[in-house]
């Protein structure tokens, strides 16, 4: 199967995740021989205009772990000519007439789709502001699958910043494809998931409760999806962000209480809601499921430039 544009989790459906899985596996064992060069003669374009760790280098060691090549801006809203006025748009074109697929990371919601619009070359969402982060949920639904050995009949507390969380909107999309999932949203009031999500999962008949109690929620589910308060999405509403850091923690008490088959998921970066104390469990899956995204990266580089 080849992929073209990856700007929302809507657009895949439940052969393509299975498509998309299967070559993630495959990449696994090559990543673990060292490598290959299947994209030798292609380049891949990063430009953020966000910080990050995780997305930005997994895809770019996705690309060179494949035989690729890369170009890369970092801090776009400086280093690039946006900071002398040049329109995304304008940026999307020069830069797809030197690369053969762009990743774009952008502080405003619905950039990627703008950025498609125009691009000679496919574009992949790798965040857009509080919008959606596909490839994210991709590499979600991978580690669940992988950790848990299914999806149809899980349930899951999506906990935390709720309002301000890509990740958790384009997991929430993509958990409608599978069946008799549950969902318990655990946020603090001011930053409550929106009511388009809340919307999209009742049209697409999947139970959803919003909960105030971590503890309870955390016997009940298989999977705890902790995000952080995004200091960065509440602009001059400081008073907001103080009410709702440090509400929800995940420590060793809600250890105590979880399943002992269950897992702790998170996007990262983690500042404070998850305790230090927590990594040594072996249902700690975040770093694992960092290391996935390495594997899911590859998969959908592969798939988008040779099939
Ligand atoms: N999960 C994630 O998007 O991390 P980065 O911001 O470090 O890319």
């Known amino acids: 199967m080849k992929l073209n544009h990856i700007i929302k989790a809507q657009q895949f459906d439940r052969k393509s995740l299975d498509d998309i899985f299967l070559v993630a ?36 060691a996705a690309m060179l772990k494949l035989g690729g090549e890369l170009i890369s801006t970092e801090n776009a809203r400086e280093f690039s000519s946006t900071a002398k006025g040049e329109s995304l748009e304008d940026t999307i074109r020069i830069v797809g007439s030197y690369a053969d697929v762009i990743v774009l990371r952008h502080f405003e919601s619905g950039a990627a789709e703008r950025a498609a619009k125009v691009s000679p070359v496919p574009v992949i969402n790798a ?7 596909p490839t994210q949920a991709l590499l979600d639904i991978y580690t669940i699958k992988k950790e848990i050995g299914k999806l149809d009949g ?47 999962l009742t049209k ?51 250890l105590k209480v979880m399943k002992k088959n269950a897992i ?11 305790s230090i104390e927590v990594d040594s469990d072996p249902r700690a899956a975040y770093f694992r499921q960092a290391q996935n995204g390495l594997y899911i990266r590859m998969a959908l580089l592969k798939m988008i430039l040779v099939g």
């Open 25 to 60: 596996s495959q990449m696994e064992k090559i990543a673990l021989k060292g490598g290959s060069n299947i994209l030798h003669g292609k380049t891949m374009a990063t430009i953020f205009y966000e910080p990050s760790t995780r997305t930005r280098l997994s895809f770019e």
């Open 127 to 133: 965040g857009d502001g509080p919008g959606q982060h």
């Open 154 to 200: 899980i349930s899951i507390a999506m906990v935390g910043d709720l309002a301000n969380s890509r990740t958790v909107r384009s997991l929430a999309y993509l958990l409608t494809k599978y069946n008799n999932i549950k969902v318990y949203f655990v946020a603090p009031d001011v930053v409550r998931m929106r009511g388009d999500i809340k919307n999209y």
């Open 204 to 254: 697409h008949n999947v139970f959803f409760a919003e909960e105030t109690d971590l503890k309870k929620v955390s016997s009940q589910v298989d999977v705890i999806y902790q995000t952080r308060i995004q200091k960065e999405r509440f602009g001059e509403n400081l008073d907001d962000f103080e009410k709702a850091k440090d509400k929800y923690i995940i420590d060793k008490d809600i």
């Open 264 to 274: 702790i998921m998170h996007p990262l970066p983690r500042v404070n809601e998850i």
